[in-house]
């Protein structure tokens, strides 16, 4: 366990009231050439942490027919960039010490990168000819095809995988929301040279970068290392195709599929509710009280402590621009499956009606609070990927530093009253994967 957990758990055995000690001096910082970031100082050990991310250049985005394209091509500039070959590229990160990584996601294509300060230019440098100058030759995009069928295989055995994959389906049909951010192997083996370099070049703009950086540098010598190696990025992407909201799903629909495996692995989601909406920070208390406190959570003393049916169980909001969902996990025992179904289902309506009490609004409230400071602001790593996802979904990064007060700010009868609205037990999406396999 890591030790902001423990000092989190300490804390809230104590019912202390915390407020975040941690406060951002986040800066807005305009290049020479052009290029914008944001930059937060932290000299306690010479690291910088850097995130990169393209809007818009997520998988929701991609044809049908070239689904994975953006998992592909994040593996592809991993292959050789620059003057320097697979084998080379990695030698160079290993020998600096420098964590690089690709991650395609839901919405944005995103580069996050971890150094020591002195190799911060040797590092800026190579992330530069990843995504401006990467080789795409034949070898490498053998090596990644191969990697991909072995990749496939294992999705094939992972019952989280297959059970995420059926609940996206249900719940957003046809929506590019319900879209594998891997495709399939069909549309993988597809996949030309000709499309990985028409993504990069559509995709890694200047008119569609967002930048963060954390750490201990100066936002002059950060401007000159981003003007010198990201300022001829092309200026502005390609249009990108419509991507429509999504957030009513309909009657609720189950699906069961069999897998030879000790324990069911079982999903549930239901209509969420949006970051914009006046009622979010009301609902991020709710869905911490009902699934989000690990032991302490409404869901965790009922089928775990009272029913003894289940070692884990987790609900969470999931805000994102083109739907909201909130979605939950649980693995059980596959002859239990069933009850462990009706249990989440007879916690949901009976909070619904009920509500929470005074004890456990104050300790969501406190357990929220002590995540920021703790976990979300504790290093660098974490701000520069919270300042980048504030950017990523346009968001207002002033709510980082409020956010204490607008959690302290929350009501009960508010939460409760919500809580009303908000919960649907008969409108619950589930997809359990296991031995039972029978539609509940």
């Given at each position: 366990?890591?030790?902001?957990?423990?000092?989190?758990?300490?804390?809230f055995?104590?019912?202390?009231?915390?407020q975040?000690s941690?406060?951002?001096?986040?800066e807005?910082?305009?290049t020479?050439?052009g290029?914008?970031?944001?930059?937060?100082?932290?000299?306690?050990l010479?690291?910088?942490s850097?995130?990169?991310?393209f809007?818009?250049?997520?998988?929701?985005?991609?044809?049908?027919?070239?689904?994975?394209?953006?998992?592909?091509?994040?593996?592809?500039?991993?292959?050789g960039a620059?003057?320097?070959?697979?084998?080379d590229?990695?030698k160079?990160?290993?020998?600096?010490?420098?964590s690089?990584?690709f991650?395609p996601?839901?919405?944005?294509?995103r580069?996050?990168?971890?150094?020591?300060?002195?190799?911060?230019?040797?590092?800026i440098?190579?992330l530069?000819?990843a995504?401006?100058?990467?080789?795409v030759?034949?070898k490498?995009?053998n090596?990644?095809?191969?990697?991909?069928?072995?990749?496939?295989?294992n999705?094939?055995?992972?019952?989280?995988f297959?059970?995420?994959?059926?609940?996206?389906?249900?719940?957003?049909?046809?929506?590019?929301?319900?879209?594998d951010?891997?495709?399939?192997?069909?549309?993988?083996?597809?996949?030309?040279?000709?499309?990985?370099?028409?993504?990069?070049?559509?995709?890694?703009?200047?008119?569609?970068?967002?930048?963060?950086?954390?750490?201990?540098?100066?936002?002059e010598?950060?401007?000159?290392?981003?003007?010198?190696?990201?300022?001829?990025?092309?200026s502005?992407?390609?249009?990108?195709r419509?991507?429509?909201?999504?957030?009513e799903?309909?009657?609720?629909?189950?699906?069961s599929?069999?897998m030879?495996?000790?324990?069911?692995?079982?999903?549930?989601?239901?209509?969420?509710?949006?970051?914009?909406?006046?009622?979010?920070?009301?609902?991020?208390?709710?869905?911490n009280?009902?699934?989000?406190?690990?032991?302490?959570?409404?869901?965790?003393?009922?089928?775990?402590?009272?029913?003894?049916?289940?070692?884990?169980?987790?609900?969470?909001?999931?805000?994102?621009?083109?739907?909201?969902?909130?979605?939950?996990?649980?693995?059980?025992?596959?002859?239990?499956?069933?009850?462990?179904i009706?249990?989440?289902?007879?916690?949901?309506?009976?909070?619904?009606?009920?509500?929470?009490?005074?004890q456990?609004?104050?300790?969501?409230?406190?357990?929220l609070?002590?995540?920021?400071?703790f976990?979300?602001?504790?290093?660098?790593?974490?701000i520069?990927m919270l300042?980048?996802d504030m950017?990523?979904?346009?968001?207002?990064v002033?709510r980082?530093?409020?956010?204490v007060?607008?959690?302290?700010?929350?009501?009960?009868?508010e939460v409760?009253?919500l809580?009303?609205?908000?919960?649907n037990?008969?409108?619950?999406?589930?997809?359990?994967?296991?031995?039972?396999a029978?539609g509940?």
């Open positions: 366990m890591r030790v902001s957990k423990l000092l989190f758990l300490l804390f055995c104590l019912g202390f009231n915390l975040a941690s406060h951002l001096n986040i807005e910082v305009n020479n050439k290029l914008k970031f944001l930059f937060v100082k932290n000299r306690d010479p690291k910088v850097l995130n990169i991310s809007k818009d250049a997520g998988y929701v985005y991609e044809s049908a027919e070239k689904q994975g394209l953006a998992w592909f091509t994040s593996l592809v500039i991993q292959e620059g003057k320097n070959d697979a084998k590229f990695v160079k990160l290993e020998d600096k010490g420098i690089l990584n991650i996601g839901l919405e944005a294509f580069v996050s990168l971890n150094t020591l300060s002195e190799n911060l230019e040797d590092a440098s190579l530069s000819d995504i401006m100058r990467p080789k030759d034949p490498g995009l090596r990644v095809f191969e990697k991909a069928k072995v990749n496939f295989n999705f094939e055995k992972d019952p989280y297959i059970a995420a994959k059926e609940l996206d389906t249900l719940l957003f049909k046809k929506h590019p929301y319900s879209r951010p891997y495709g399939t192997l069909d549309t993988i083996m597809s996949i030309t040279r000709d499309d990985v370099l028409t993504y990069i070049k559509r995709s890694f703009t200047k008119d569609n970068i967002v930048i963060s950086i954390v750490g201990c540098a100066t936002k010598e950060v401007s000159t290392l981003l003007d010198k190696y990201l300022s001829k990025l092309p502005k992407r390609s249009k990108i419509k991507v429509s909201v999504k957030n799903f309909g009657p609720a629909e189950n699906k599929v069999f030879d495996i000790p324990q069911s692995v079982i999903l549930f989601a239901q209509r969420g509710i949006a970051y914009e909406d006046p009622n979010y920070y009301n609902a991020s208390v709710l869905i009280a009902l699934g989000g406190m690990s032991l302490n959570s409404i869901l965790m003393k009922e089928l775990r402590q009272n029913l003894g049916i289940t070692y884990g169980v987790s609900a969470r909001n999931v805000p994102n621009k083109h739907g909201n969902i909130i979605s939950g996990f649980m693995s059980t025992d596959s002859s239990t499956a069933s009850k462990a009706s249990a989440v289902k007879d916690t949901f309506r009976r909070i619904k009606e009920e509500g929470i009490d005074e456990l609004f104050k300790d969501a409230k406190i357990s609070v002590n995540d920021l400071t976990f979300f602001l504790s290093n660098n790593v974490s520069a300042l980048d950017q990523i979904n346009d968001r207002d002033s980082i530093n409020n956010y007060n607008t959690i302290n700010d929350v009501k009960l009868e409760n009253k809580a009303n609205s908000l919960l037990p008969e409108n619950l999406f589930f997809v359990e994967v296991g031995r039972s029978q509940q």
